[in-house]
């Protein structure tokens, strides 16, 4: 019976510290390989730069888009396919930062195709000092892969993402 009991224990502790675990890997940008975050996909590098230190909990991400008064935008992606399960709850949380910022900011998890997302896009009025921002989201359904996307759409200004995490709802 006592062998029982500390099996059970020992599941349980492990399915615990699975369900808390972050599905985003390198959320807090502070692991850099060649000047850009580790597990993150960067497509257009220009105005986007990285600091692995600085932010509440570690690095950052800093997209400054806006050149010559032009609308820019930019997105980081990574893969979570293979740690999140499709129409679950997860608690989607990351921190900003902006200065004279104006545009759209977007954290979205998104399917195959990009055909189904769910995420929390942040408009209005920005802070100047760091601000979390949280919302339960369920993942959309995907056969192959999904995606975390973190999408700015700037008309003026600077913003910085950190603290990226994608959570399991308990």
Request: aromatic share 10%; net charge positive.
């Amino acid at each position: 019976m006592k062998k029982i009991i500390m099996l059970a224990v020992a599941v349980f502790g492990v399915a615990t510290l699975f369900s808390s675990e972050n599905a985003v890997k390198n959320g807090t940008f502070d692991q850099l390989v060649a000047g850009k975050p580790a597990a993150w996909i960067v497509k257009n590098t220009t105005g986007i730069t990285f600091s692995g230190d600085g932010a509440p909990e570690s690095g950052f991400v800093k997209f400054d888009l806006v050149k010559e008064g032009k609308k820019a935008s930019a997105t980081i992606w990574q893969s979570i396919n293979k740690v999140v399960k499709s129409n679950a709850q997860y608690n989607l949380s990351f921190k900003l930062r902006t200065s004279s910022f104006r545009g759209n900011i977007r954290v979205i998890a998104i399917n195959d195709g990009w055909q189904k997302g769910s995420g929390l896009v942040v408009g209005g009025r920005f802070p100047a000092d760091w601000k979390e921002y949280k919302k339960v989201i369920t993942m959309p359904e995907f056969k192959k892969d999904a995606r975390l996307l973190v999408m700015i759409t700037a008309t003026k200004g600077t913003v910085d993402v950190a603290d990226v995490k994608l959570e399991p709802v308990k």
